[in-house]
């Protein structure tokens, strides 16, 4: 049973151009990855809004 607060990362291409996604994505030690480089509204923060049901 997990009682912290879940957290979530969104990939951004001018926030995160020298990190490595894939290990990030490995790790495991978010919740939820989004991606957030595509230029759509299926990304991002829309997505994550979309999974939270917001």
Request: glycine content about 8%; overall charge negative; charged content about 25%.
């Amino acid at each position: 049973m997990s009682l912290g607060m879940r957290s979530a990362y969104i990939n951004r291409s001018t926030e995160d151009p020298n990190e490595d996604i894939a290990a990030i994505e490995a790790q495991q030690e978010f919740d939820l990855f989004v991606s957030g480089t595509d230029g759509t509204s299926e990304c991002g923060l829309s997505k994550l809004a979309d999974v939270l049901n917001v």
